[in-house]
């Protein structure tokens, strides 16, 4: 390739790239970060982007809720955008859990788990999936999961209440479960979570903690949503009879007591939504941040003085969460206006993180410099 083709080449992807940051411009000039911190755009037109995984060549995967689709993105030139998009899957029932694991792709519909082999190789040309699960309950009402690989290679999910409060009728619901990543060995390890589209596991420990959304119509600050953690086998959260560890539900807690069940590890304020969260293993960031907590917070729908829209920063001391900050808020403006709604958190190699954005349709690209 000669010379003026190379330097065409870069003059069109640096167009593009300088497009998508005028582009969010505003937004992105909106957002605050603490000292040193920068937020830029990795990836746009990522239409309803929820869950991340990415292979070990560098390509993101991202899933979808009510769109239905799986993207691939790439950064072919590493400049910290992908300009590269490709839809492996379209209308998919809820693809919102996204994994990767040994060259193949794992996506959580709602009523099944399917795999695309081999997938960084056929980006433009996916292969057909293969079902390696399909006796998941189908209902729409909290179906959609998140799905990752824990440190025992097994593939992990939650599924959720079909209802806001209930009494499921199946133990299936509101539980986390695990199975191998050839469908067989299904196991129920918890129940009595209400919805839980985010974990991860704790390092050094090894534990499992998870975020759970509380129920509505309790009003604007009840019940807090929670962070869980998941230690052994039998495990009950209190759903649908307690909240949080020592609220009983007014519809269904009956003669349950809260001492029989498992309590939060912490607890967010009530609505705040959150989703996708990632302990920080890197070495990018400064040393305060080493093995503390970033969990996406979508956000309420339902409070008369809206909350969250933010990153939080979920403080660890000797194993246990002490305290919560801001880590990056701005998607909620002073007027109430929403410009975007965080949903889930992925660590890149360099150790920048990246943050998925269901509303605005992008996915962005956090790095730190002294």
Same mark, same amino acid.
């Given at each position: 390739?000669? %010379?003026?083709? #190379?330097?065409?080449?870069?003059?069109?992807?640096?167009?593009?790239? #300088?497009?998508?940051?005028?582009?969010?411009? *505003?937004?992105?000039?909106?957002?605050?970060?603490?000292?040193?911190?920068?937020?830029?755009?990795?990836? =746009?037109?990522?239409?309803?982007?929820?869950?991340?995984?990415?292979?070990?060549?560098?390509? +993101?995967?991202?899933?979808?809720?009510?769109?239905?689709?799986?993207?691939? +993105?790439?950064?072919?030139?590493?400049?910290?955008?992908? $300009?590269?998009?490709?839809?492996?899957?379209?209308?998919?029932?809820?693809?919102?859990?996204?994994?990767?694991?040994?060259? =193949?792709l794992y996506v959580a519909e709602t009523n099944r788990i399917i795999r695309f082999d081999n997938?960084?190789?056929?980006?433009?040309?996916?292969?057909?999936?293969?079902?390696?699960?399909?006796?998941?309950?189908?209902?729409?009402?909290?179906?959609?999961?998140?799905?990752?690989?824990?440190? $025992?290679?097994?593939?992990?999910?939650?599924?959720? /209440?079909? &209802?806001?409060? &209930?009494?499921?009728?199946?133990?299936?619901?509101?539980?986390?479960?695990?199975?191998?990543?050839?469908?067989?060995?299904?196991?129920?390890?918890?129940?009595?979570?209400?919805?839980? #589209?985010?974990?991860?596991?704790?390092?050094?420990?090894?534990? +499992?903690?998870?975020? @759970?959304?509380?129920? *509505?119509?309790?009003?604007?600050?009840?019940?807090? =949503?929670?962070?869980?953690?998941?230690?052994?086998?039998?495990?009950?959260?209190?759903?649908?009879? &307690?909240?949080?560890?020592?609220?009983? =539900?007014?519809?269904? /807690?009956?003669?349950?007591? &809260?001492?029989?069940?498992?309590?939060? @590890?912490?607890? %967010?304020?009530?609505?705040?939504?959150?989703?996708?969260?990632?302990?920080?293993?890197?070495?990018?960031?400064?040393?305060? %941040?080493?093995?503390?907590?970033?969990?996406?917070?979508?956000?309420?729908?339902?409070?008369?003085?809206?909350?969250?829209?933010?990153?939080?920063?979920?403080?660890?001391?000797?194993?246990?969460?002490?305290?919560?900050?801001? %880590?990056?808020?701005?998607? +909620?403006?002073?007027?109430?206006?929403v410009l975007g709604r965080p949903t889930d958190i992925l660590q890149m190699a360099d150790g920048?993180?990246?943050?998925?954005?269901?509303?605005?349709?992008? #996915?962005?690209?956090?790095?730190?410099?002294?």
């Amino acid at each position: 390739m000669n %010379f003026i083709k #190379v330097l065409g080449l870069l003059l069109i992807t640096n167009h593009t790239v #300088v497009a998508a940051e005028n582009k969010y411009e *505003d937004i992105l000039k909106q957002l605050q970060l603490p000292v040193g911190f920068s937020i830029s755009i990795y990836a =746009d037109n990522v239409t309803n982007a929820r869950s991340l995984a990415m292979s070990e060549s560098g390509v +993101l995967y991202v899933g979808t809720r009510q769109q239905g689709d799986v993207y691939a +993105l790439k950064d072919s030139n590493g400049d910290g955008f992908a $300009d590269k998009r490709y839809v492996i899957a379209s209308n998919l029932y809820m693809p919102n859990g996204v994994a990767y694991k040994n060259g =193949d792709l794992y996506v959580a519909e709602t009523n099944r788990i399917i795999r695309f082999d081999n997938i960084d190789k056929h980006l433009s040309k996916p292969p057909k999936p293969v079902v390696i699960y399909d006796q998941l309950p189908s209902d729409k009402h909290h179906g959609w999961k998140y799905l990752r690989f824990g440190p $025992d290679d097994k593939l992990y999910t939650a599924v959720g /209440a079909p &209802c806001n409060i &209930c009494v499921p009728e199946k133990s299936i619901y509101s539980s986390l479960v695990r199975l191998n990543s050839d469908g067989s060995d299904f196991e129920i390890l918890a129940t009595g979570i209400r919805n839980s #589209v985010g974990f991860d596991w704790q390092p050094k420990t090894a534990k +499992l903690f998870f975020t @759970e959304n509380g129920r *509505d119509y309790l009003g604007d600050n009840l019940p807090p =949503d929670e962070l869980n953690s998941w230690t052994k086998k039998g495990q009950h959260y209190g759903y649908p009879y &307690c909240h949080a560890g020592n609220i009983p =539900d007014p519809e269904l /807690a009956g003669n349950r007591s &809260c001492e029989e069940f498992t309590a939060p @590890e912490w607890k %967010f304020k009530a609505h705040k939504a959150p989703l996708g969260m990632r302990f920080y293993t890197g070495d990018q960031f400064p040393k305060r %941040f080493n093995n503390q907590l970033l969990v996406a917070q979508h956000g309420s729908w339902n409070r008369s003085k809206p909350h969250g829209y933010r990153i939080a920063l979920i403080k660890f001391k000797e194993g246990k969460a002490v305290s919560e900050h801001s %880590f990056i808020s701005g998607w +909620l403006t002073k007027e109430d206006k929403v410009l975007g709604r965080p949903t889930d958190i992925l660590q890149m190699a360099d150790g920048s993180i990246l943050i998925a954005d269901d509303t605005l349709g992008v #996915v962005y690209r956090v790095t730190y410099k002294k």
